[in-house]
């Protein structure tokens, strides 16, 4: 039987521990077979790219000044370097493969480099981390079978998915420019929709949600009138991160008939500030959703046996919340989310393929979400509007309820790579905490 699974090699071994200690905490989200890619500043400098390890970041463009790299790995390091990742993307996997091996080899126990390159770590509290890449198009597919049935269910009961859903990844165009890193509050909009009795209002919108999505993050671009094929398509993905695709439901409800949603969707998105590798993931690479008996088989321009065997990402991923009561009261976050990148009906390489299949290109840098991931079970609804839908709203431990999101409550998404014989990984955090309107300005 040929082996799909993405090569592993050094980077993942499981034995390999770093010299900083942190990266061997248990529950770290980054030890040295993580190292992902961020941009950070501090005291106010110059933004610039690093590597997450442990509680450190390593400095990428003092660690190249200081000539520990050399060859492909220093074209890398040199991409790296500047307040945008976009370069290192654009030179393709390979680039960035020979700078993981080369900074995996300076942090591990034992480096001759180790004194010259501690010097280059910064601790990850006293920086501040931005939005790695510049984003050039997000595009939002609606990948989870459970989240689409979840939401179609009041409409049809008997065929909650929409008519494509099984025979192709769906997707909208959604907006660039307010993709947000994590830490910076959501303001809630105002919006136009239905009150009760059918009349329209404009106002600070009412059915603020969230979202619990994955976001790949493409690396080397094609060319408009040149498909990606699905046997390729893996490869043009640097990496991922956690995303938050805010939703204003109301406005939804109102404006989405029949183009699809709007300004409900592009009032702000929050993402990860950690570019987590593919090759990182590789070890938790895992078989494509299994089609249900009697769905239709996708077209072949979807499909490989490659991506079917180890095209999906065994990630949970979790949702945390507070309210300003439970602030207020000392009380733990609650986990009101527990889910898995397991529950995606399409795979990411499905999503790459398809979205250029008519020729549109992809430019280096642009975001794919994967829509809600959300599983079958009620923990795994992975945003408040499944909730709504079931039962009405959520109760918190305390006994608060929630139908929509209020004016304070902080939101944040959590990831987790693991499997048997190696070491897991994580994402950071993705959390934004919602501010009250700003007054709407009439002048
Ligand atoms: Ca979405």
């Known amino acids: 039987m040929v ?42 400098g110059e933004k610039r790219g690093g590597i997450a390890i442990g509680d ?9 000044a200081a000539g520990l790299f050399e060859g492909e790995a220093r074209d890398a390091a040199q991409a790296a370097s500047g307040p945008s990742l976009n370069p ?64 179609g269910a009041k409409r049809d009961p008997a065929n909650p998915l929409p008519p494509a859903f099984l025979h192709l990844p769906i997707a909208y165009h959604s907006r660039a420019t307010t993709v947000r890193v994590s830490g910076e509050a959501v303001a809630r909009p105002h919006g136009q929709s239905l009150a009760p009795d059918g009349t329209p209002r404009f106002g600070p919108i009412q059915a603020l949600d969230f979202e619990l999505e994955f976001g790949a993050v493409i690396g080397a671009a094609n060319r408009m009138g040149e498909p990606i094929p699905i046997a390729r398509a893996a490869d043009s993905i640097f990496g991922y991160c956690l995303l938050n695709d805010w939703s204003a439901r109301d406005v939804q409800r109102f404006e989405m008939m029949p183009l699809g949603p709007f300004l409900s969707k592009s009032l702000s998105t929050t993402v990860s500030p950690w570019l987590v590798t593919a090759e990182a993931l590789a070890p938790f690479a895992a078989p494509a959703f299994a089609r249900l008996e009697g769905d239709a088989e996708p077209l072949p321009y979807l499909m490989a046996a490659a991506d079917q065997a180890a095209g999906g990402l065994d990630v949970a991923l979790d949702c945390w919340m507070t309210t300003p009561r439970m602030r207020a009261e000392g009380a733990t976050p609650a986990r009101i989310v527990a889910t898995s990148l397991r529950h995606l009906h399409w795979t990411f390489a499905q999503m790459v393929a398809h979205h250029t299949s008519n020729g549109c290109d992809l430019r280096t840098g642009d975001l794919l979400g994967s829509g809600t991931v959300s599983g079958p079970e009620p923990d795994g609804r992975a945003c408040l509007a499944e909730v709504v839908v079931e039962e009405g ?11 929509f999101l209020e004016d304070g409550d902080e939101v944040w998404f959590t990831g987790r790579a693991a499997r048997d014989g190696f070491v897991p990984i994580g994402f950071g955090e993705c959390r934004a905490r919602i501010d009250p309107a700003r007054p709407f300005p009439t002048a």
């Open 393 to 403: 709203g959520l109760t918190l431990p305390n006994g608060e309820r929630r139908s």
């Open 56 to 64: 450190q970041v390593l400095d990428l463009a003092a660690a190249l």
């Open 88 to 151: 290192l993307l654009a030179l393709g996997r390979g680039a960035s493969r020979a700078l993981r091996r080369r900074v995996s080899a300076i942090l591990a126990e034992g480096s001759a480099d180790q004194a010259k390159a501690a010097a280059y770590l910064v601790p990850m509290d006293r920086v501040t981390l931005h939005l790695p890449i510049t984003v050039g198009n997000f595009t939002d597919f609606m990948a989870s079978r459970f989240h689409t049935a979840r939401m």
């Open 3 to 44: 082996d799909h699974r993405p090569a592993l090699d050094e980077t993942h071994d499981p034995a390999r521990r770093s010299w900083v200690a942190w990266a061997q905490a248990p529950g770290t989200d980054f030890p040295i077979q993580n190292l992902p890619f961020g941009v950070f500043s501090r005291d106010g």
